[in-house]
């Protein structure tokens, strides 16, 4: 059996009523500043792989790929290939990510080839040339497929730019 007697009056329990609950609350805080500093410390961390300065956009917006993971960027700038070849009817021969460089690490590279006749593979050209994020051809060739054949083929690096802080 409990002893009525012996309970503290509820006037003695306010202060330690208003002690826990200030200790609840400043725990409350003390644990979303934590968090904060966890993501400050995470992207400072991120900051420190580039290099000592923040990173600045090279790029207008748009027209880089962004996102901090290169291989979505990557998959992105293939798909990218990909939909402009098929919106023009054009067969995709090859589209090859090439390894990044260690002293360009934002660019990225894809070996390409596609055929198909003159009109669509100049249509195509244009339209990923002049298409967000940017893409630009680098030492392309443009050829007939087989000798006596109507169709042609483009075969060429394809360069595009990745900020991983866009």
């Known amino acids: 059996m409990i002893m009525l007697d012996r309970l503290p009056a509820p006037r003695a329990l306010l202060p330690l009523v208003v002690a826990i609950a200030l200790a609840l609350i400043a725990g409350w805080f003390g644990i979303e500043r934590l968090n904060r500093e966890r993501d400050r410390l995470t992207t400072l961390e991120a900051m420190a792989d580039l290099g000592s300065r923040p990173p600045v956009p090279l790029l207008p917006e748009g027209l880089a790929h962004a996102?901090?993971?290169?291989?979505?960027?990557?998959?992105?700038?293939?798909?990218?290939?990909?939909?402009?070849?098929?919106?023009?009817?054009?067969?995709?021969?090859?589209?090859?990510?090439?390894?990044?460089?260690?002293?360009?690490?934002?660019?990225?590279?894809?070996?390409?080839?596609?055929?198909?006749?003159?009109?669509?593979?100049?249509?195509?050209?244009?339209?990923?040339?002049?298409?967000?994020?940017?893409?630009?051809?680098?030492?392309?060739?443009?050829?007939?497929?087989?000798?006596?054949?109507?169709?042609?083929?483009?075969?060429?690096?394809?360069?595009?730019?990745?900020?991983?802080f866009g």
């Open 67 to 164: 996102g901090r993971d290169r291989r979505a960027a990557e998959a992105a700038f293939g798909r990218q290939l990909r939909q402009a070849a098929s919106g023009y009817r054009l067969l995709v021969e090859r589209i090859e990510q090439l390894a990044a460089d260690r002293e360009r690490p934002g660019l990225l590279i894809a070996r390409i080839a596609v055929s198909g006749s003159e009109a669509d593979i100049m249509r195509f050209v244009r339209r990923v040339e002049s298409g967000k994020p940017a893409i630009r051809f680098a030492d392309w060739h443009i050829g007939p497929t087989a000798p006596g054949e109507s169709t042609i083929r483009i075969e060429g690096s394809a360069l595009a730019l990745w900020e991983p």
